[in-house]
């Protein structure tokens, strides 16, 4: 297995000086599953200052209190942290206070998940006390301890849990799954920010459809607002699914940026509140259920203390994610100077997932011409065509010099801008100055 060579050499200057020192956490159970890690945490028997005197200049006190130091090496920056037991907890998140420990294996013992607890010396010698090495194996994710015990002192593990199960595609083990849901209350005390984090990264993992579908019940703690979507059959002949598993399989259709799958999480969840049943056309009616989504998305999204723009963003993407638009370089154009060009791909991709999620049936008409949107899309671009006031032939200085001032310069360019995206008249100055001087 390959440890970087900056982190072998912090955990030989600790070792040479007379420390203990091991990799451990996301790293080594990255690497051992044959992924290159992100970032590499220390763990060692040298208490902080000791860590600081070592590497002088290149030791900053990121934590002391936590008994954590961070070693620039190279472009690394490494985390060493001392061995560390957890004391009693305060408010199911942090403990009182923490103890250093000579002991690795008391501090192997404080983490989360038994993955998570495999440490790893500089030679490549592994101490795994907790056998997280087979739990990787298995593709399972198990407490380490008493299950119901590790949730109690410190609710978000059962979010970090989830989250894992997500983007390492690892089954929650029995137990471990049954002591979640019986602590699933706790998180309601857990800070919008972490929680928003962790959510993030599960909407993002590869498992996330199986890990929404098998968990919904522990997510409904911290969002409520899915809940009615549960088991909601769509009585539509669209639908093979119900309205949260049209979610889940929604979300995993998208491309794994926060942004988007975020907006498939949110993008129906106001169905069942608006669904109408048309006994003539025997089946349900959603009219209205992007706005009604939209609704809960606003509660949602700044409980979590999602910041503005991504709020925004996110809003629009949620109401506007039935819009129609034809595979045409007219109706790309316009959607272009609506939306602009990050928010069109975004809606592509919405369209596109959202009906992977529908009755087959209903599929290949729909994605074919999203295809052609897509090319459409790109000819449009590298053809650099106008759909913006920047990219306008003229601009506010020409419209004065005919004369033009105040409200009706941004009137006329809008104006101008029409006529260029609909076809009406060519991207040059002239054509623009002299349809400019017929309008005033
Ligand atoms: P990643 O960095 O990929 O998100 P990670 O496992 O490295 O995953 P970190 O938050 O970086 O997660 O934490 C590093 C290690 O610290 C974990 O692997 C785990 O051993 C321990 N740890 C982190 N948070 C907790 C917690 N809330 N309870 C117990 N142990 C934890
Ligand atoms: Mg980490």
Request: proline share 4%; hydrophobic share 40%.
């Amino acid at each position: 297995m390959h440890i970087k060579r900056e982190v072998q050499a912090v955990m030989q200057a600790l070792e040479t000086a007379g420390f203990a020192a091991y990799a451990v956490g996301g790293a080594v159970r990255d690497s051992l599953l044959g992924k290159e890690p992100f970032d590499w945490d220390v763990t060692t028997a040298a208490l902080p200052q000791q860590v600081m005197n070592l590497f002088g200049d290149n030791a900053i006190p990121t934590g002391l209190k936590h008994g954590t130091v961070t070693v620039l090496r190279g472009e690394e920056r490494i985390e060493v942290t001392t061995y560390r037991r957890d004391g009693d907890y305060a408010d199911h998140r942090h403990p009182v206070a923490v103890e250093f420990t000579p002991s690795l294996s008391e501090d192997l013992q404080r983490r989360d998940f038994t993955v998570n607890a495999i440490a790893l010396s500089w030679q490549g010698e592994i101490m795994d006390p907790f056998m997280g090495q087979a739990d990787l194996q298995a593709g399972l994710l198990r407490a380490v301890g008493d299950a119901e015990q590790r949730f109690e002192e410190d609710a978000l593990r059962i979010l970090r849990g989830l989250r894992f199960a997500s983007v390492l595609d690892f089954t929650v083990e029995e137990g471990t799954a049954a002591a979640m849901r019986e602590k699933k209350e706790l998180l309601r005390q857990i800070a919008a920010e972490r929680v928003l984090e962790e959510l993030t990264k599960l909407l993002c993992g590869r498992a996330v459809r199986r890990v929404l579908m098998d968990f919904s019940d522990i997510l409904g703690v911290v969002l409520p607002e899915i809940l009615p979507s549960v088991g909601f059959d769509h009585r539509n002949p669209h639908h093979c699914y119900d309205v949260w598993e049209h979610t889940a399989c929604a979300v995993e259709n998208t491309p794994p940026e926060p942004i988007l799958r975020w907006v498939m999480l949110l993008h129906d969840l106001g169905k069942p509140a608006v669904c109408v049943y048309d006994y003539e056309a025997g089946k349900a009616r959603y009219g209205g259920h992007q706005a009604a989504s939209v609704e809960l998305a606003k509660e949602i999204l700044p409980r979590l203390r999602f910041g503005s723009e991504s709020t925004r963003r996110i809003l629009r993407l949620v109401e506007q994610h039935d819009r129609l638009f034809d595979p045409t370089e007219k109706s790309i154009r316009r959607m272009l100077r609506l939306f602009g060009e990050e928010d069109l791909r975004a809606l592509i991709h919405i369209r596109r997932a959202d009906n992977l999620a529908q009755h087959p049936d209903f599929q290949q008409v729909r994605q074919a011409e999203l295809a052609a949107c897509d090319e459409v899309l790109e000819k449009v671009l590298a053809e650099q065509q106008c759909f913006s006031l920047a990219q306008l032939a003229v601009n506010g200085r020409d419209l004065m010099e005919l004369g033009c001032s105040g409200k009706e310069i941004g009137e006329m360019l809008d104006a101008l801008l029409t006529a260029v995206v609909e076809e009406q008249l060519p991207n040059d100055k002239e054509s623009l100055l002299a349809e400019a001087k017929k309008r005033r």
